[in-house]
């Protein structure tokens, strides 16, 4: 089991399975997270300039991931056959491809994302059907609201 660990625990036992722990201490994730729960109440929604500074801190992550070469090497030459992938990480389904894993399960507790859903190969045109999250419009929008829609 590989766990790409953006805040440190030692929550998951090793005593059923080998676990190859990645830490990943960017601060990125903390600092976000801790910006956004100082003022989570205060707004519907983390709008265009929260989601892009989501993006931004989730890319942020995946470069760490991914420069850790000597662990991915290792990992591709361990040849898995599936990979448990998040839904928040956005760059799981890309580090299971650079790994040569063939097939993955998505886990979620949750509905599943507009940004998932492309990644899957899932369609969800954006121009009628509303996005899952922070988003209060309903399947009857007009054109002003389909706008928005695409860009939220």
């Known amino acids: 089991m590989v766990i790409p660990e953006y805040k440190k625990t030692d929550a998951i036992s090793d005593k059923l399975v080998n676990v190859i ?3 990943v201490d960017s601060g990125e994730y903390t600092r976000f997270l801790s910006d956004y729960a100082s003022n989570m109440f205060e707004y519907d929604t983390i709008g265009l300039a929260g989601r892009i500074r989501w993006q931004n801190t989730m890319a942020s992550m995946c470069e760490s991931v991914l420069s850790r070469s000597d662990e991915l090497n290792y990992l591709r030459n361990l040849n898995f056959t599936i990979g448990f992938v998040g839904s928040l990480d956005y760059c799981g389904v890309g ?3 650079l790994l040569g ?3 993955f399960i998505l886990v979620t507790d949750a509905a599943m994302s507009e940004d998932v859903a ?3 190969g899932v369609p969800g045109p954006l121009c009628y059907v509303p996005v899952v999250e922070e ?9 002003r609201e389909r706008i928005h829609n695409v860009y939220m």
């Open 21 to 23: 722990r990645m830490n």
């Open 95 to 97: 580090i299971m491809r």
């Open 101 to 103: 894993i063939p097939n």
């Open 118 to 120: 492309f990644l899957l």
């Open 135 to 143: 988003n209060d419009l309903g399947t009857v929008m007009t054109l």
